[in-house]
């Protein structure tokens, strides 16, 4: 092998060690993942065979409930940062601390977003219905959407803190509880949601259920969060030798205020970025739903599914923010160096298997669907463009935690929602809004930009800009 492949395959390949460590952290994540959007899959289809406006409800306020979701997420993540360093140099004071501010967080977060919602929930939904719908059908959906809606705002809270000790828990490397806790809220919502949904239709003949249709799909979904939520509650407080950064979380409220100050820059900018682009992805669906309802129905088709093919990449993003967090935390500046394009040639590889199993199966799929055949051949459309733009995804996806594990959170801010927001976004409005585009070729540009962000992000990645020690001894 001349010196220039084995440069490339040192750099590229990682050795048995190195693939041993990120099997152990990211295999649990993808079966959590796997299994969350299983059954967000099959979720779909069931309330799918109630209705196709019933199931453009539920995708109406899923969408803006993403938005809260991902601040939450965005938040934790940029305190998160601390976490995985404090991790890494072995400080579970350290740990505990930024546990305790998590928590301040997503309370703040609960308030606002609680509010929110309970205050201008119609105006919010009817941004999502087409002006030349039918009025009794735009009635019906927006009586759908709000039952939906004010039943799944209850699970807010423990989602939270579910998000709270899950991320903790994956960033000091300790990935099978949350997993577990995950796979068995998961469950409790798939079954409940077959006798909330259907009752005695499910065709049980001890089954007492009325059927609940959208509201069941909402009460199974709270009653799965609350499970998931007590669970890791009350194994990491009660196993206290396995999981010490929990001990004592609760004896005090303080975090010292340099590392208040220090959380409050760096966090900033992620919890403002996962805002803006969970608005801009719900913005994104609001120009698609200007071309008709069944526009917004396969496009959620193709959301749902593609985040089932997609685990792999999810999951590498996680696996990467730990992995490199915990170097950096450790001081182990080489090895980090050493770890990011392995992680990336793996991240980018598997997902490009993935894409070839979703492009193969794209127009099968939308067969599951009680849709018409307009809504499931556009949806199969849509499979097969996002199956061909995946590994695009994939490695945009990777440089996004890259640079937030060394706390470049402004540059983050920008490489990400920046870039949502100054071209993706504008590029669909006008389309969508101002040309006589077809909804297909609107659809595959929008997924094309990403190949800009993974040109900016190969540099970006190769000045080495991202390493960074946030933590002090």
């Known amino acids: 092998m001349s010196g220039t492949l084995l440069k490339v395959k040192n750099t ?7 693939y041993k460590r990120v099997v152990a952290i990211l295999i649990p994540i993808v079966i959590q993942n796997t299994f969350t959007n299983a059954v967000s899959f099959v979720d779909n289809i069931m309330v799918g065979r109630i209705g196709e406006i019933e199931m453009s409800a539920v995708a109406t306020v899923n969408q803006l409930l993403f938005v809260f979701n991902l601040c939450i997420f965005g938040g934790l993540s940029g305190i998160g940062i601390f976490t995985a360093q404090f991790a890494g140099a072995n400080d579970p004071t350290g740990v505990r601390r930024t546990t305790r501010a998590k928590n301040y967080l997503s309370l703040a977060m609960l308030v606002i977003g609680i509010t929110v919602f309970l205050l201008f929930p119609v105006p919010l939904l009817k941004l999502y219905i087409a002006e030349d719908t039918l009025p009794e059908v735009a009635d019906l959906m927006l009586s759908q959407s709000l039952d939906y809606l004010y039943i799944m705002l209850i699970g807010l809270a423990p989602f939270a803190i579910s998000q709270v000790y899950g991320s903790t828990l994956r960033e000091e490397g300790e990935t099978k509880l ?87 820059v760096k966090g900033s900018p992620l919890l403002i970025n996962e805002f803006l682009w969970s608005f801009g992805q719900a913005v994104l669906l609001q120009c698609y739903s200007v071309r008709g309802l069944e526009c917004v129905t396969a496009a959620n088709i193709s959301s749902t599914v593609l985040n089932l093919f997609n685990v792999i990449a999810f999951s590498m993003g996680s696996a990467i923010a730990i992995i490199l967090g915990q170097h950096l935390g450790a001081d182990e500046v080489d090895e980090a160096k050493n770890s990011v394009w392995k992680l990336f040639t793996l991240s980018v590889a598997s997902c490009a298997v993935a894409s070839t199993a979703l492009g193969l199966c794209s127009s099968l799929i939308p067969r599951f669907y009680d849709a018409s055949e307009y809504t499931r051949e556009m949806a199969g459309s849509m499979l097969l463009i996002v199956a061909c733009t995946m590994p695009i995804f994939a490695f945009a996806h990777a440089v996004y935690f890259t640079l937030r594990s060394g706390g470049k959170t402004l540059l983050t801010f920008i490489f990400d929602c920046g870039f949502t927001w100054g071209v993706t976004i504008p590029f669909a409005f006008i389309s969508a809004n101002f040309t006589g585009m077809s909804i297909l070729t609107l659809y595959l540009f929008v997924q094309l930009l990403d190949l800009t962000k993974c040109i900016v992000g190969y540099f970006l990645i190769k000045k080495g800009i991202w390493i960074n020690r946030l933590i002090s001894e």
Do not use: Q, W
């Open 12 to 18: 590229l390949v990682g050795d048995r060690a190195f």
């Open 178 to 264: 949350p997993m577990i806790g995950g796979v068995v809220a998961i469950l409790i919502n798939l079954v409940l949601n077959y006798f909330l949904i259907f009752g005695n239709e499910c065709g049980l003949s001890f089954v007492t259920f009325a059927p609940m249709g959208v509201k069941g799909a909402a009460i199974a979904t709270v009653i799965s969060r609350f499970v998931e939520a007590g669970m890791l509650v009350i194994i990491t407080h009660a196993r206290k030798d396995k999981y010490p950064s929990f001990v004592g979380l609760y004896r005090t409220a303080k975090i010292p205020l340099p590392l208040c100050k220090d959380m409050l």
